[in-house]
Antibody, heavy 123, light 111 residues
Framework: QVTLKESGPVLVKPTETLTLTCTVS??????????VSWIRQPPGKALEWLAH???????SYSTSLKSRLTISKDTSKSQVVLTMTNMDPVDTATYYC???????????????WGQGTLVTVSS | QSVLTQPPSASGTPGQRVTISCSGS????????VNWYQQLPGTAPKLLIY???QRPSGVPDRFSGSKSGTSASLAISGLQSEDEADYYC????????????FGTGTKVTVL
């Protein structure tokens, strides 16, 4: 059974750096045609893709957030880490990680998703 | 900053057919495949349709997807009370550096 679980702080202060960890089980981060993405959802709003990392370590970031994001993986620990700098109250959201299944680098989908973790940005 | 446009809401009575549209452009739906996700209240999204019209195992066949040009649609036939949820379309967008974009979301209500 494939599962993903997000962990990290529930509260961060403005200007701080957020570090989130996604721990996966049931598959390896080195599996071909797989990867992990981070997606977030502000309360009551739509989903927003943040970044992905593939098994070959190829990475991609949201154009609008690229300067603030870093994604990395530790295959031995089955973990994917996302850091987001200079946090602001508008970054308050539930942050999800999800496994990527792909046929090409632009033909992929998320299945399954983690349960999500709510991060609040407030002083 | 959703670049895929969906109607905010849709509704139907049990047993009816409901269709949700997803409008994009040549850089996303027009050149890449579309996926659909279902988000039940208070839960994480779940994959419903991938590669325009493929259903993952376990997804009932009353859910179907299609794509034409720069638009896509999700149809729910034989609507059931447990289908009440938010639905999102999504696709890769080739513009700028490339982004995976989601739709604005549609809330389906079973009357």
């Amino acid at each position: 059974q494939v599962t993903l679980k997000e962990s990290g702080p529930v509260l961060v202060k403005p200007t701080e750096t957020l570090t989130l960890t996604c721990t996966v089980s049931g598959f390896s981060l080195s599996n071909a045609r797989m990867g992990v993405s981070w997606i977030r959802q502000p309360p009551g709003k739509a989903l927003e893709w943040l970044a992905h990392i593939f098994s070959n370590d190829e990475k991609s970031y949201s154009t609008s957030l690229k300067s603030r994001l870093t994604i990395s993986k530790d295959t031995s620990k089955s973990q994917v880490v996302l850091t987001m700098t200079n946090m602001d109250p508008v970054d308050t959201a539930t942050y999800y990680c999800a496994r990527i299944r792909m046929t090409t680098v632009t033909t992929y989908w998320f299945d399954p998703w983690g349960q999500g973790t709510l991060v609040t940005v407030s002083s | 900053q959703s670049v895929l446009t969906q109607p905010p809401s849709a509704s139907g009575t049990p047993g009816q057919r409901v269709t949700i549209s997803c409008s994009g452009s040549s850089s996303n739906i027009g050149s890449n495949t579309v996926n659909w996700y279902q988000q039940l209240p208070g839960t994480a999204p779940k994959l419903l349709i991938y590669s325009n019209n493929q259903r993952p195992s376990g997804v009932p066949d009353r859910f179907s997807g299609s794509k034409s040009g720069t638009s896509a649609s999700l149809a729910i036939s034989g609507l059931q009370s447990e289908d009440e949820a938010d639905y999102y379309c999504a696709a890769w967008d080739d513009s700028l550096n490339g982004d995976y974009v989601f739709g604005t979301g549609t809330k389906v209500t079973v009357l």
